[in-house]
Structure formats: structure tokens, C-alpha cells
């Protein structure tokens, strides 16, 4: 390993490590979000609108320039569905951390080539697979409170209150995820933003097919007439089948997901544990021709195999 690389590395890691613990907690984030809204209530005169203010990077001309990146702006929305305190900057610092100090250990302890970069490949997507798990999470949780949402409009509608009124109420009854999207959707109402395009920007940051048909049957109703109470009884009747057979369909496809991780993971772990046992035991593979090929074709054939898995498995319902 070269010294160039040792303190590139070093360099990063110590970056990463001033901004991880200099980086304020959830509670005085939003002390700091509720101090500002204070004041900002308090010189209304200068209140310059509702748009909220997303910080890319802390460093200005790095914001700046992430501000009119499409990818960048992307990424922020994934952050935020799963609720991580990164910001797209720090995202991709961690990345580029992982991708450097897998890149030198594998080219230290792997031959030269293309395999000894997949060590930093696979570290460089881990902070990605940590975000997608989270949002994942996030989004199903979601949509299992979505129908009990849907039953607490219509309650709202039936006893007389507004559907923005209905909003709110939700919003203050539901625990996250739900119920803060609801209360960003009910604020922008209030400062004025029309219905039909707050619902549209909540839809924008939940792209749920529950959530997208429910905003859709509300829009077309506001737009055609008819009982919304009624049609939201329908849909949280609807959509509280549609979970069930989610559910259903979860167990009995258990089997085929548990059996494509087992068969992804046991040539690693194999791999491992031989070179543990006997150090240099795969060293054929490597240092042959033959031996290459027949690394790229497995993992070739693992891709395959577990994009076909994911086919039988992922059942639209």
C-alpha cells in the first residue's frame, strides 16, 4: 500500500470523525427547527415565505453546487423518507470512505486487478443498502397505518369537520411516519398552498400505491362530487384487504427469500472460513487465468440466480 494511499485514507477517516461527532442530536435539531419557526412568527413582516430551507452540505459552495445536481436531490429525497440525520454531502463522504478502505485492503491482500477492487465496491454500497433497508422500513410502516388513517378521516367527516380539518386530525393522532407527513401536508395547507397540490407534493415524497390511489380517489371526488365519507369507508375497507393479502403473500414467499440469502451468502462465508482455516487455500483462483474466469463467471451466475429468485418471488398484489 502505497503512503499516498495510507494518508488519503487517513485524511477521510479523520474527516468522517469530525463530522460524526460535531453533528447535533434529533432533540436539538429540533429545538433549533422550533426556535426559528418562533422566530419567524414573531417578524411575519419579513416572512418571505413557507418554502423550507433543505441543507445539502455545510460547506457553502458544495450546497450550492448539490442544489441544481439531479442526483443530489434524489438522494435527499431518500434520506428523508428514511429519516436519516445525513445530509447528501456526508452521504457521500461516508461512501467514498468505505470505497477508499476497501480498495487499499483488498489490493493488500488480493492480487491486482479487478477483484481486488471488489472489496471497496461492496464497503462503498453499504451506507446506500443502510438507507434503502431504513426507508423500506419506514414505508411499510406507512402503509399499515394508512387504512387506520383513512378510518380517522372519515370519523372526522362524519362528525363535521373539513377535510383539511381531517388532515389535521390525523396528524395529530398518528405516530411517525404518518402522522408527521400529515402534519407537513396540513401546514402547507394553512399557509396557503391549494389542496390538490399538497397532496400531490405528499405523494411526491411517499410514492406508495396505497397512498397514490387514495390521493387519487380524493381528487377525482373534490373534483366530480359525490360521499367522500362513503368512499373513504370503501378505501380503508380496500386497503385493509389489500395488507392482509400483503401479509399473506409475505409468509408464503418466506421460504424462497430465506433460501436466495442462504445460497448468496454460503460461498462468502465458505470462502472465509477455507482461508481462515488454511491461509492461502484459494490462492489458485487468483493467480490463474483459469481461476479468474471461474471467479467472474460464479458471481456472474450468483447474479443471475438471484435476480431470478427476486422474479419468483415478488408477487404484485
Given at each position: 500500500m502505497s503512503v499516498l494511499t495510507i494518508f488519503v485514507v487517513l485524511l477521510l477517516a479523520a474527516f468522517a470523525s469530525i463530522a460524526y461527532f460535531t453533528e447535533p442530536s434529533a432533540l436539538e435539531k429540533r429545538t433549533r427547527e422550533r426556535l426559528t419557526a418562533l422566530s419567524r412568527r414573531s417578524h411575519e413582516a419579513a416572512d418571505e415565505g413557507i418554502r423550507r430551507e433543505v441543507t445539502f452540505s455545510r460547506i457553502a459552495f458544495i450546497d450550492r453546487h448539490l442544489r441544481h445536481n439531479p442526483l443530489a436531490l434524489q438522494l435527499q429525497i431518500m434520506l428523508?423518507?428514511?429519516?436519516?440525520?445525513?445530509?447528501?454531502?456526508?452521504?457521500?463522504?461516508?461512501c467514498?470512505?468505505?470505497?477508499?478502505?476497501?480498495?487499499?485492503?483488498?489490493?493488500?491482500l488480493l492480487p491486482e486487478g479487478f477483484i481486488g477492487w471488489v472489496p471497496g465496491i461492496l464497503l462503498g454500497f453499504v451506507p446506500l443498502g443502510w438507507v434503502l433497508f431504513k426507508r423500506s422500513g419506514r414505508l411499510h410502516k406507512l402503509n399499515k397505518q394508512l387504512p387506520d388513517a383513512v378510518e380517522l378521516m372519515a370519523r372526522a367527516l362524519r362528525a363535521g369537520h373539513s377535510l383539511p380539518s381531517s388532515l389535521l386530525m390525523v396528524a395529530e393522532e398518528m405516530t411517525d411516519p404518518l402522522g408527521p407527513e400529515f402534519r407537513h401536508t396540513s401546514d402547507e395547507l394553512t399557509f396557503g398552498l391549494p389542496?390538490?397540490?399538497a397532496l400531490l407534493q405528499l405523494q411526491h415524497r411517499y410514492p406508495i400505491e396505497d397512498l397514490r390511489f387514495l390521493i387519487s380517489s380524493i381528487l377525482l371526488q373534490k373534483e366530480t362530487g359525490g360521499n367522500l365519507v362513503e368512499l373513504l369507508d370503501k378505501i380503508a375497507a380496500l386497503l385493509h384487504a389489500r395488507i392482509r393479502l400483503k401479509d399473506?403473500?409475505?409468509?408464503?414467499?418466506?421460504?424462497?427469500?430465506?433460501t436466495g440469502g442462504i445460497l448468496i451468502a454460503m460461498p462468502f462465508i465458505c470462502f472465509l472460513g477455507f482461508n481462515v482455516i488454511k491461509p492461502g487455500y484459494s490462492a489458485p483462483?487468483?493467480?490463474?487465468?483459469?481461476?479468474?474466469k471461474m471467479v467472474y463467471a460464479a458471481l456472474g451466475g450468483m447474479v443471475l440466480g438471484a435476480l431470478s429468485i427476486r422474479k419468483i418471488i415478488n408477487i404484485q398484489v
Open positions: 428523508e423518507q428514511a429519516k436519516m440525520p445525513w445530509t447528501v454531502a456526508r452521504f457521500t463522504a461516508y467514498a470512505i468505505l470505497l477508499f478502505l476497501g480498495v487499499a485492503v483488498g489490493r493488500a389542496f390538490r397540490e399473506k403473500v409475505r409468509v408464503y414467499t418466506a421460504q424462497g427469500r430465506m483462483l487468483f493467480d490463474t487465468e483459469v481461476g479468474r
